[in-house]
């Protein structure tokens, strides 16, 4: 899917092509430029369609424009992905730029770790596509009693997490009282993206890459990776869980 | 690790920046430039090496430069992007520039599905680091009787088999007439690559996408997925698995 941004006035950009599972799309474009520090918030949205200049066959589908409620930058784009290339030569470059992006999160919930060690379960019985077809990733936000408030499933985990926090921004839930949950590992770009959206606890049934532990630990993220089987690992900010 | 190319007597070239697991680099960065079609086999690398421009220090090692023993067509390099780039935009573009790139896979190894299912097995014994670590994946090259040729594990999955496929390359190992399996799920790109290294059987314990599939049906490359507790999925070409 080919995402799209245009300002009033201005031409629909392509900014981002992303090998997706259909479904949620509209959610997977808003919450993409979310928590790629691309937009603020919902109100920078003034509306997400299919792209009209494609005839409605197979493509039509896969082509999301974004039209902003003020003028797009699309140096700011350039910026950020010049940050995103960068992470393999260099974590701290990234770490540096992210954190003049993002200021760390201080506040968030407190969370019991029994909460914590139920939501692989909860995650996995709303694993409809996974049961059926073993292939999927998902990501859902739960509030800190381990409700679950949206859960998406895609091939990807970095789009899973997009919808999710996609869906979140256009219904206006409360992510910076949230957990985000993911089904695999803990990457350093999930970090990234918990922190553009301000979600305060990031936890995960397998492991964290040492450059996401770093950069939870610079943004005030609680990251907590292996939960399963009733345990988990709490890496950084650990006074949420208790 | 960042890959930069050069040909005799021109300057080198950035190709690609990728996240890795430190260790193997020089078969990553020989790896990567032959499943991407960068370079046609062992007779093109005139010497891989890490960057002489960069102090000794931490930075040093996370750029590789490759040496080729003729001129490096950085056009085809872009050809090559802008045809990866497109696949979330039409899987058919892709697979009509993969196959005038590459001739489908023809001949190959006839192997038992007992040899197959004991691949896991083999696999998992083989990774010390995901053993420590619970968080790398893995590859290896097989013969057609089961017997491990190589083994290479990294965070990434398509690094773990540039690794392996480099490896291979170098040493002179028959990729021809052996089994690549991977531990993770079985994506286009990896089938791409065994294309690209002429690899015929690709196995894997988990799920192939339904775009990975087709590549393989196109390709002539046999797919076999959910290799697990003695089963498995032939996905295409199953006349080589008896």
């Given at each position: ?10 031409e ?35 509306r997400?369609s ?5 005839p409605?066959?197979e493509?039509h ?61 909860a ?27 949206t ?28 957990v ?15 922190v ?7 936890a995960?049934?397998s492991a964290?890459t ?12 609680t ?8 345990s988990?690992n ?9």
């Open positions: 899917m080919e995402i799209r941004v245009e300002g009033p006035g201005t629909a950009e392509p900014v981002a092509v992303t090998m997706r599972t259909p479904g949620g799309d509209f959610e997977l474009a808003a919450g993409f430029l979310f928590t790629e520090g691309l937009i603020d918030g919902r109100e920078d949205l003034a997400v299919y792209c009209e200049d494609i409605a066959e493509q589908y896969n082509v999301v424009t974004v039209r902003l409620s003020r003028p797009f930058d699309a140096r700011a784009l350039r910026r950020n992905f010049f940050a995103s290339s960068s992470c393999g030569i260099c974590g701290k470059a990234t770490l540096e730029q992210i954190e003049v992006r993002c200021a760390p999160i201080t506040a968030g919930p407190v969370v019991k770790a029994e909460v914590v060690a139920h939501l692989p379960e995650l996995r019985r709303s694993q409809k596509v996974f049961a059926r077809t073993g292939g999927l990733h998902a990501a859902a936000l739960f509030t800190k009693e381990g409700q679950a408030l859960v998406r499933e895609d091939v990807g985990r970095h789009n899973a997490v997009d919808k999710v926090v996609g869906h979140a921004l256009r219904a206006g839930l409360p992510l910076e009282d949230s985000l949950m993911v089904s695999g590992r803990l990457s350093f770009e999930l970090v990234q993206k918990a553009a959206a301000r979600v305060p606890v990031l995960g049934i964290p040492s450059l996401a532990v770093r950069m939870a630990e610079a943004l005030g993220v990251l907590v990776g292996f939960v399963r089987e009733g988990m709490v890496y950084s900010h650990a006074a949420r869980i208790t």
